[in-house]
């Protein structure tokens, strides 16, 4: 089973883009989703999770207030708003089924973000 994590490009300083993380093998429902992203040269990092019901949700402080998580069951589709776009958020953002960076979750294959004028 893979994700499919979309809605990358580029966006100026300031800008906006709004992420999409679906798949067609499994209900996301039942699953926390996190994003995550990896910039060049850099560890990956988990920046946001929404838990199962919505009612959960956390982000890292380098973002908050900035991006903003949701998710629509019934479209078994998770988003990631993302808002007043810095040139240190260019990174490949992936969607994976649990807030913890593992290997044992589903993952999406990423979609690159590139913030730059």
């Known amino acids: 089973v893979q994700l499919q994590a979309s809605g990358g490009g580029l966006a100026q300083p300031g800008g906006s883009l709004r992420l999409s993380c679906t798949t067609s093998?499994?209900?996301?429902?039942?699953?926390?989703i996190g994003w995550f992203r990896q910039a060049p040269g850099k560890e990956r990092e988990g920046i946001s999770c929404?838990?199962?019901?919505?009612?959960?949700?956390y982000y890292v402080p380098s973002v908050k207030g900035r991006f903003t998580i949701s998710r629509d069951n019934a479209k078994n589709t998770v988003y990631l708003q993302m808002n007043s776009l810095k040139p240190e958020d260019t990174a490949v953002y992936y969607c994976?089924?649990?807030?913890?960076?593992?290997?044992?979750?589903?993952w999406g294959q990423g979609t690159q973000v590139t913030v730059s004028s």
């Open positions: 929404i838990s199962s019901s919505g009612n959960t949700i």
């Open positions: 093998g499994i209900s996301l429902d039942v699953y926390s």
């Open positions: 994976a089924t649990d807030c913890s960076d593992s290997p044992d979750n589903y």
